[in-house]
T-cell receptor
Framework: DVKVTQSSRYLVKRTGEKVFLECVQD?????MFWYRQDPGLGLRLIYF???????EKGDIPEGYSVSREKKERFSLILESASTNQTSMYLC???????????FGPGTRLLVL | AQSVAQPEDQVNVAEGNPLTVKCTYS??????LFWYVQYPNRGLQFLLK??????LVKGSYGFEAEFNKSQTSFHLKKPSALVSDSALYFC?????????????FGTGTKLQVIP
């Protein structure tokens, strides 16, 4: 079974802090994704990566950056956390872009 | 631009009754269509997908979905609902044309199965 893990289930940070969310997948998938999930808005794509050191902006990249130094690991960085970044963050991976995505359990981030 | 609509925020159904969760989509070319389910405090789990071929797709946990190209719909169905089916369901679409195309998710439909 594919396993996607995220570094934290719950995180509380202060406004202005730099926040790192990490995601690791164990199936040698080419593609990795970061989404945020908000009630009534569904899932919105922040960034995705189709290869090591490659990244593409999604629908809502502002205020976020990403890093993919190794194939199995995809990090989401909030350079200066703000209260409007309080959300559930979901990481996913897939072998090919059109194929099934496998999701991690999510990180619920609260920015105070 | 591609889009997907789930017109119902919540669907209530009695246990044992058939259920339908609606999804309509818009893409410029042919679609790849997906259904995912999310249980409380969990990530999304894949249920089923339509890529090509038979319009009726069968998936996990007894769910199925019918691809209707003329109505641009991909409704999720199950003949007999279980209380354990209560969860949040997401429809997703991706344009089948080449290149680095993202998947667009709907806003989700909460399914409540009443004992």
């Amino acid at each position: 079974d594919v396993k996607v893990t995220q570094s934290s289930r719950y995180l509380v940070k202060r406004t202005g802090e730099k926040v790192f969310l990490e995601c690791v997948q164990d199936m040698d998938h080419e593609n990795m994704f970061w989404y945020r999930q908000d009630p009534g808005l569904g899932l919105r794509l922040i960034y995705f990566s189709y290869d090591v050191k490659m990244k593409e902006k999604g629908d809502i990249p502002e205020g976020y950056s990403v890093s993919r130094e190794k194939k199995e690991r995809f990090s989401l960085i909030l350079e200066s956390a703000s209260t409007n970044q309080t959300s559930m963050y979901l990481c996913a991976s897939s072998f090919r872009q059109w194929e099934t995505q496998y999701f991690g359990p999510g990180t619920r981030l609260l920015v105070l | 631009a591609q889009s997907v609509a789930q017109p119902e925020d919540q669907v209530n159904v009695a246990e044992g009754n058939p259920l339908t969760v609606k999804c309509t989509y818009s893409v410029s070319g042919n679609p790849y269509l997906f259904w995912y389910v999310q249980y409380p405090n969990r990530g999304l789990q894949f249920l089923l997908k339509y890529i090509t071929g038979d319009n009726l797709v069968k998936g996990s946990y007894g769910f199925e979905a019918e691809f209707n190209k003329s109505q641009t719909s991909f409704h999720l169905k199950k003949p007999s609902a279980l209380v354990s089916d209560s969860a949040l369901y997401f429809c997703a679409v991706r344009d089948a044309s080449g290149g680095y195309q993202k998947v667009t998710f709907g806003t989700g439909t909460k399914l409540q199965v009443i004992p």
